[in-house]
């Protein structure tokens, strides 16, 4: 018989550093009197991420959505932008607020990110970029997506709220495309609380991305573009600095949690898993299943229900799909005819338990729960 677990066990669970590493941190800041406004802690996270990032420029933010905000205006964005429905309503959400129509194109039914065949069907002359997603640390194919951009002059941004630290045959997530947008989020791999950051390739980008997220102020006496309040504050950059050497540990232990998962579910008719790609170094952002009814004989959503029985609360991530949400659902390129596979995989899709403080044996329970629910 599987006991159900004392405490709840959540699907994520942000990286804590030893408070004594944060309130060092937090020393320096109250001894300099600057709590925010380009700090020494800001200074130097910034220039400590784009060394680990391998990021051409970047800049920190006060969240992930307002980064993604900045690249749409940096880039100078209008019209029509193509995207996934299968994202957080922060992606279409950065293109909406700038009065821009997010396009939605189906999904590749492996990993989930866009289609980039379907992608060129829905370009036209109102068409200015693409916003594609590195969902759940899967990327997207950056050389399928960089040659249809550049077959139609279009822009690229890359929406790498999952992909902390990915790379691609060696080379850093954040140089592809024109803009990368990263989450330090609570429930990201690395995190500042709240947080983010925009890595521009163009490094003549950075300065009016930096101009934006302060007012659009260049000095003290000058401002020189309408912007907004974007900045990460000094307590913010003092967290991400305690929780960054933490980042490699948590990754491997990562690694471990999801070879025992594969290892314990991978003969379970009905649930598979979002498969490897070759070359690539992955985020370890988040483990996401797929149950297969028809396999399984139960639904994710009864799965979910039975989980929480035993005190573990599993997420419906993607759910709902972004272009069955009000703000969204009444486009031409919601209708979910046109994304059958984006249609389907959202009643699929289940995010485990994933984080490093889990221990073997946790997993090992959790995976035996799964495995009784089973009815083939
Ligand atoms: N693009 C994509 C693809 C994204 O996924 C996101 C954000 C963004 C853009 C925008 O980036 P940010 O502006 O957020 O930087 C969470 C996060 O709020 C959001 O950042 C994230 N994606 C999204 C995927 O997840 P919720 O509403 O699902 O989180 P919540 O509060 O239900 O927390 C999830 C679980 O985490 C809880 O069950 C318990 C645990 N948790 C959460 C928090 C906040 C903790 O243990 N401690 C915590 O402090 O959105």
């Known amino acids: 018989m599987i006991e159900p677990f004392d405490k709840p066990i959540y699907f994520t669970r942000p990286l804590l550093p030893d408070l004594t590493a944060v309130t060092e941190q937090l020393r320096d800041v109250w001894q300099s009197g600057f709590l925010t406004n380009n700090g020494q802690k800001h200074r130097e996270l910034e220039r400590r991420l784009r060394e680990y990032l391998g990021a051409p420029t970047l800049s920190l933010f006060v969240n992930g959505m307002l ?23 922060a992606t279409p959400n950065a293109l909406a607020l700038a009065g821009i129509t997010p396009v939605f194109a189906d999904i590749d039914p492996d990993n989930l990110t866009l289609d980039p065949e379907r992608i060129e069907k829905l370009i036209n002359p109102s068409t200015t970029a693409i916003l594609a997603v590195h969902v759940f640390g899967s990327l997207c194919d950056v050389e399928a997506v960089s040659a249809i951009a550049k077959r139609h002059g279009l822009r690229v941004i890359y929406d790498a709220a999952h992909a902390f630290g990915a790379r691609l045959n060696g080379q850093p997530i954040a140089s592809f495309g024109d803009a990368t947008m990263f989450s330090f989020h609570a429930t990201k791999l690395f995190h500042t609380g709240e947080g983010g950051a925009l890595a521009m390739t163009n490094p003549d980008q950075k300065i009016s991305v930096d101009y934006w997220k302060n007012f659009g102020i260049k000095s003290e006496e000058e401002v020189v573009m309408v912007g907004t ?12 600095l305690a929780v960054l050497p933490l980042v490699e540990g948590e990754r491997s232990r990562r690694k471990k949690i999801r070879s025992i ?21 992955h985020s370890h952002q988040y483990f ?13 959503d009864e799965v979910q229900q039975s989980l929480q029985h035993y005190n573990v609360f599993p997420r419906k991530y993607f759910f709902p799909l972004c272009s069955n949400t009000a703000p969204f659902r009444h486009h031409y390129s919601s209708h ?26 946790d997993v090992r329970r959790i995976c035996s729960m799964l495995r009784s629910f089973a009815r083939p």
Request: net charge positive; no cysteine; aromatic share 8%.
């Open 67 to 89: 980064a993604l905000s900045a690249a749409v205006y940096a880039l100078k964005l209008r019209g029509e932008v193509i995207t996934t429905p299968f994202t957080f309503p």
């Open 229 to 240: 309040n974007g900045k990460m504050s000094e307590l913010q950059a003092s967290l991400g």
């Open 261 to 281: 998962y594969r290892e314990e579910l991978g003969e379970v008719p009905g649930i598979r898993f979002i498969p490897d790609q070759p070359n690539v170094v």
């Open 288 to 300: 996401v299943i797929r149950i297969v009814a028809k396999k399984f004989g139960r639904t994710r």
């Open 336 to 361: 979910p005819g046109r994304l059958p596979i984006a249609n389907h995989a959202v009643t699929e899709t289940l995010a485990l338990p994933y984080f490093g403080a889990l221990t073997d044996e």
